[in-house]
DNA sequence: CTGAAAGCGCTAACAT
DNA sequence: ATGTTAGCGCTTTCAG
């Protein structure tokens, strides 16, 4: 940034500007004491001729917080952090709370970075968004910061993702993992399906962990029996569903149906099926996780489970201006099935193959 | 946020701490002066075992400027605004900038409302994304804004969008609008289409009216005659292609071509080709623009002017600190053709119809 | 190489 | 209802 001194004009401008104290002035624009009506309109008049922009950063030191609160995400163009981050940012705004986002590309230590960034930047609250890391070491340096985080008058919010431990001073806001992919499964197990391939996220991510638990108790409730070799964790991502299925199809799949274990995941599972001359869901059903925008640009349209992303993140950014001992500062957002055209009847046993 | 004092540590108590001024110790964090390297050490020690986190703000009142970048786009989730906001991020994080992100929904007003809270946070820049609206009254506000943040020792920076009048203080990078349109239509063209409907963006929106320019060139350029009957102009969206493409069906179109203003766009016109049983690119071909990841998602999988999104995000970001009259504060990125399988040669010249 | 001290612009007691 | 004033935590001359 250039380097000059800035020759902004300040609050004593004003001040001088509609003959007032700065005081006044300052009330005036917090709006939260008494101003005569009088005073209070010429010193709006002086804002505006003067064209006065407070100094948030003069504010925010002043009142020991920023109005400002941080999200991290993994990645900005993923949609399903996008659409909570979309959420965050117009509760945000409707809050008056201006919004610093950063990514962390699935690294914890960058995670840990960012949230002692946001602490510095004093934001009120700090969201940290999706599945978390099963790590010890991880958990507790997060835990470190969420005490930090509270000393310093901020929050931590949980968003997606567990909890940290017991009493710890974080408020969360979360869908069912479990229990969507349950429904999912649940779902295919009606219509038939017995031998069902389960392609999902990283290791040890909660959302991945969630949603396979929730996939195994449809099975055990339908007394169907469960067969490591049908589960493939890796990443949640289209290559990663595309070189998965690619991969069983040259090895001989037998399953008749994929719970792809997000939408994008799905996206790699019908490019390998096309590649493959493989039909969906003639000869394979697929079913997905998250109802982001491509399950209904992909044809057949993907049968998937719908999370409330915008709402989790309008909930996420209120939860950092709630006071600390809210009665529901956990709370849990529904999901719910979107049968589309993907999944049908299981054909025939066979094992499936390339070409 | 809750109310709580802060009982942060401080500068003062690392300097405490290490038996040093609070001088040095500042010194030491923005390492841009020199320290004998011992005292430096005890410093960083200190840091360490207490904890310490630089308050931003207070850093940002005695420098005058934030360490934080602000960028402003229509929309979070669009991936026009994805990949950009993406580089901007990664870029600013390389840079140690903060990203403030906010969404103007599309609205002039709130575009410079928005721009005058980033100045509040004394952002080093602002980052305007994607095309701007043709409106005297808009630009002549906001060359008030370039000039007072100009002022302020902050940067203006146009991303993707033409500049806002001469010896303005703001600084732009861009992509060629008009030349990827003249190209994909010319390749078009050299198919041998010669009806080519355009539905496009907003009125008045540059990036619409820059494509349609270089759709016309293109078309001019082939002694292919006008018709204003061919241009739709509405919305960068599926549901504008959607409805127009559904309406014109229904009227009987007399083409063999779509140019989509945008991929988004693209979207809705295979959906209304697909709804009325229209074969693309069999009856109809069709092309986009931007080469989003719903391109490759589509089938066939779409023709399209591929833009470096996400670079442009991240020179926007390098704008946002280089010195105010660098040799070449306005940049262009080049885009090229992706050409896939949604253009063939024009079947046959008739009139496409519904069902 | 290090320290002392005067701000940066605003807020929030405390007066009046 | 309004003014006074002491900070908020860090940077940056200016001395030493």
Redesign the pocket.
């Known amino acids: 940034m250039p380097s000059s001194?800035?020759s902004?004009i300040?609050?004593?401008?004003?001040?001088a500007a509609s003959?007032?104290?700065?005081?006044?002035?300052?009330?005036v624009?917090?709006g939260?004491?008494?101003?005569?009506t009088?005073?209070?309109a010429r010193v709006t008049e002086a804002v505006a001729e003067l064209g006065?922009?407070?100094?948030a950063?003069?504010?925010a030191?002043?009142?020991?917080r920023a109005a400002t609160i941080g999200i991290v995400v993994q990645d900005v163009v993923d949609p399903f952090f996008g659409y909570i981050a979309r959420g965050v940012e117009r509760r945000a705004a409707e809050l008056g709370l201006a919004c610093l986002i950063m990514a962390s590309q699935g690294s914890k230590e960058r995670e840990l970075e960012l949230v002692d960034l946001l602490r510095a930047h004093r934001a009120g609250g700090v969201i940290l968004v999706g599945g978390s890391a099963d790590d010890r070491g991880y958990r507790t340096k997060m835990a470190q910061r969420a005490r930090a985080l509270a000393d310093e008058g901020g929050n931590l919010v949980l968003c997606g993702r567990p909890p940290l431990g017991e009493g710890l001073p974080t408020r969360s806001v979360s869908y069912d993992n479990e229990g969507g992919a349950f429904a999912i499964t649940s779902h295919l197990l009606a219509r038939g399906h017995r031998r069902i391939a389960y392609v999902g996220g990283p290791h040890r991510l909660s959302t991945h962990t969630f949603r396979l638990a929730g996939h195994r108790r449809a099975l055990e409730q339908h007394g169907v029996a469960w067969d490591d070799d049908l589960v493939h964790v890796g990443q949640f991502s289209a290559a990663f569903g595309r070189t998965t299925l690619t991969e069983l199809l040259r090895r001989g799949l037998d399953a008749t149906a994929v719970f792809a274990a997000n939408d994008a995941v799905a996206v790699g599972v019908y490019e390998a099926a096309e590649d493959a001359g493989i039909s969906v869901p003639h000869d394979l059903s697929v079913v997905g996780y998250d109802d982001v925008p491509v399950a209904t640009q992909l044809r057949p349209r993907l049968s998937t489970v719908s999370v409330p992303l915008e709402e989790l993140g309008r909930r996420a950014a209120e939860l950092c201006i709630t006071e600390s001992d809210a009665p529901d500062a956990d709370s849990i957002v529904g999901t719910h099935l979107v049968l589309r055209d993907s999944v049908s009847a299981p054909r025939e046993a066979r094992i499936l193959r390339a070409g």
Chains 1, 2 share one sequence.
């Open positions: 001194r800035g902004g300040t609050l004593a401008d004003v001040a003959g007032v104290s700065t005081a006044t002035v300052s009330r624009l917090s939260n004491y008494p101003v005569a009088r005073t209070k006065y922009v407070m100094n950063n003069a504010r030191l002043a009142r020991s």
